[in-house]
């Protein structure tokens, strides 16, 4: 529901929004120029007695002072019968330039305000002010649950592409988006009577006057008393009308003032609801508040970026659901599928089995697990579809799901079977699947059945399954679905550097090129300038399947596109039949392979300080990370190997990265040289240091072998401790970040 109340407003009114956003840009800039502009006087200097008279010297024919909430100071005048207005000094009164109102300014201004409509335009404003005030309000209860609850709403956030930037930015500007759709908002409502305009302040004119010889402007004692500064509006008499008064209009309130005795008549203050709506325009607009009004401006910056990548994200959101049959609501639901997946190759078996039930004449229901309901009302069969992030952590879509599970109440005679999907390469061999088997047989739900975990989407496994849930139900279910083949790519391999063949563990870092396919002429005349490497960055994942039709392998990227090239580097295994294959390649050769997307394996943007942590082979995508660090960001690195006359990998690499300060720090331990030290001693003889760039919000990232990582994450947890801080905890902020193999 709440993402319907945040997508549906956003992407219905998302161009008008963005005119609103652009021209109240534009806007928001106007109450710092006039600011910077205005010559302020200092409080108490001058008298609005003092101001008058010294703009009258200068203009005998004034007829009206004004001054703008931002301190400029304009004097309405009539000279031999032509009218005029000239911005004036406060302090000399005399003419800084003429008035002229910007018509360009005057047009965006009707552009904001109506749409350029008039009323109709106006009353559309309101509408799309009042849709903002929701989207903003959704998605503020939408990213705390994403965070984990409202004390989390600030930490780091995980993943990348469209929602991150969403988040981030949406994180930033909220608080000056929802102030401005609120105020505009109520603006609207007050000029459509929606809401009661406040009372009107102003007094009524006075019964009767002095009608004595008019006094000096300068002498009024009424207008002595009150600071130049509070001035709003002051309206002359009519020449030669002593019956005529002044009209005053302050900060305080207005009245009227006697040309003659300068005595204050009929004064009405300000009442508190045309204070508060005096407010709610100023602090829309900025105006007297400029240093508010560029805050707002800021805010209203990001809306088309929101714009684009909310419609990206509901975009991709849509194609899997269209992909989908249709979910039935959760009240009716007989039974439910939710789903954890990092990379959405799960939902195809969802799709499968949803038609399947549907088939067999059920109402079903189909959510990721992080949208899981407190309560299903009418279902007895619930199906747990995950897969495992990393090394036993939840997929992107069911990081949640854990701490819903709480407080979910089961139905009677709810039955649930759980369907992990993972490589069994990996010894947490979908982890992530048993502990929410685990978790709900613990909750006091029943096993429809045992769990069950697909090695790499294997259909025969999915099939096989499917049987034995069909047989548990009683109903038909015949699932045939298979995954899609990856999409895969030729590329040459063009350099490789050895290390490590002296101490018994050959290591090589490979470098390729895409080989580039056969083209049409459309395509030579169009993309001869393009690259043809596949879109990835350091971290992603580079699949190669050996000769003889074994299972592909992944390993991690130590470039980007943007090198131009494809990198990995792969230490070679005993009896290990892909990384064998690698290391027999000579330039020249080629491989066929392809890249998957490994987001949750990123640093962090920002100049927030990060601590690579990595051995052998691991420092691959480290060393990725670093050749990115244009913008020399605080970047440390604590590598291990064994021998540093053999296998200290990247040597010449990082020797330039310190010299140009993409890498702030570098710290290795051989395990093969006189001193016989590991990653992990080479932590903690740095731990004071590595405790302090914690404490500054710093952001870690492991990558090798499983043993290894797990002794990195003890050390990290014994430096913590006075900081009454664990790995678990900065795991759970995006600060901890591995991949391990």
């Not at 034995?468 to 045939?480: C, D, F, H, K």
Request: with cysteine.
């Amino acid at each position: 529901m709440l993402r319907k109340l945040h997508g549906i407003p956003g992407l219905v009114a998302a161009l008008l929004l963005m005119v609103l956003a652009i021209s109240g840009v534009v806007l928001s800039a106007v109450p710092a120029i006039e600011r910077s502009a205005a010559i302020i006087p200092a409080a108490g200097e001058i008298s609005i007695a003092d101001l008058a008279g010294r703009v009258v010297v200068n203009y005998p024919g004034t007829e009206q002072i004004e001054r703008s909430l931002s301190g400029e100071v304009i004097v309405y005048y009539n000279h031999d019968g032509q009218p005029g207005a000239d911005l004036v000094n406060p302090l000399t009164g005399k003419s800084i330039r003429p008035y002229q109102p910007s018509a360009v300014l005057r047009w965006v201004k009707n552009l904001h305000r109506s749409l350029l409509l008039d009323d109709a335009g106006r009353m559309v404003a309101g509408v799309l002010a009042a849709l903002m005030a929701l989207i903003c309000v959704s998605g503020l209860y939408m990213l705390a649950r994403r965070m984990g609850g409202w004390k989390a709403i600030l930490r780091p956030v995980a993943g990348s592409g469209s929602p991150r930037i969403h988040t981030e930015l949406a994180r930033f500007a909220v608080i000056g988006l929802l102030l401005s759709a609120l105020t505009g908002s109520y603006m609207s409502a007050i000029r459509f009577g929606v809401l009661p305009e406040a009372a009107s302040a102003e007094p009524s004119f006075p019964a009767q006057v002095s009608g004595g010889t008019p006094v000096p402007v300068s002498a009024l004692n009424a207008l002595k008393g009150f600071d130049a500064n509070e001035l709003r509006e002051l309206v002359f008499p009519y020449p030669d009308d002593p019956g005529d008064v002044y009209s005053l209009s302050t900060t305080q309130g207005s009245g009227f003032i006697d040309q003659s005795t300068g005595e204050l008549l009929q004064f009405q203050p300000r009442s508190a609801g045309s204070q508060f709506q005096h407010w709610m325009i100023r602090l829309h607009t900025g105006e007297g508040l400029w240093w508010l009004g560029l805050l707002l401006g800021v805010a209203a910056l990001t809306v088309p970026v929101l714009s684009v990548s909310g419609f990206q994200i509901w975009w991709r959101r849509r194609s899997a659901s269209l992909r989908l049959g249709e979910s039935a609501s959760i009240e009716a639901a007989e039974a439910v599928i939710l789903v954890g997946s990092e990379g959405n190759s799960t939902w195809g078996f969802v799709r499968d089995l949803q038609s399947e039930l549907n088939k067999a004449g059920m109402k079903v229901h189909c959510a990721p697990m992080n949208d899981m309901a407190k309560h299903y009302p009418q279902a007895h069969a619930l199906f747990i579809l995950t897969s495992t992030y990393g090394d036993g952590a939840a997929p992107s879509s069911a990081s949640q799901f854990m701490t819903r599970l709480e407080h979910f109440q089961a139905g009677e005679g709810l039955e649930f079977a759980v369907l992990g999907f993972g490589d069994q390469q990996f010894p947490k061999f979908c982890q992530y699947a048993l502990d929410v088997d685990a978790a709900l047989s613990n909750k006091g739900l029943q096993r429809m059945h045992p769990a069950t975990r697909i090695d790499r989407g294997s259909a025969l496994q999915f099939r096989e399954w499917g049987e034995a849930v069909s047989e548990r139900m009683g109903i038909p279910l015949v699932l045939t679905h298979n995954p899609a083949p990856t999409v895969t790519s030729q590329f040459e391999l063009v350099e490789r550097v050895d290390y490590g063949v002296a101490v018994q563990a050959p290591t090589s870092i490979l470098r390729f090129k895409p080989v580039e396919s056969r083209r049409n002429f459309w395509q030579v005349l169009f993309l001869r300038n393009r690259s043809t490497l596949p879109s990835f960055e350091a971290g992603d994942l580079f699949g190669v399947s050996p000769p003889g039709g074994e299972a592909a392998r992944l390993y991690s990227l130590a470039s980007s596109a943007s090198d131009g090239q494809l990198e990995i580097c792969v230490r070679k295994q005993t009896h290990g039949l892909c990384s064998g294959y690698l290391h027999s390649l000579k330039p020249g050769d080629r491989v066929t392979g392809y890249i998957q997307k490994n987001p949750g394996f990123r640093p962090a943007g920002g100049a927030r300080p990060i601590i690579l942590v990595g051995a052998g082979a691991g420092i691959g995508p480290l060393a990725g990370f670093i050749r990115k660090n244009t913008e020399r960001n605080p970047m440390y690195l604590y590598w291990g190997g064994r021998n540093p006359q053999s296998d200290f990998l990247y040597q010449p690499e990082l020797g330039r990265y310190l010299t140009d300060h993409r890498l702030t720090g570098l710290n290795t331990a051989f395990s093969r040289s006189a001193e016989k030290s590991y990653v992990q001693d080479a932590i903690i003889a740095d731990e004071t240091a590595l405790r302090q760039l914690i404490e500054k919000g710093a952001q870690v990232l492991v990558c090798g072998g499983r043993e290894m990582a797990a002794g990195v994450k003890q050390v990290f947890d014994s430096i913590l401790k006075p900081l009454c801080m664990d790995v678990d905890g900065l795991r759970a902020e995006g600060r901890y970040l591995e991949d391990v193999y």
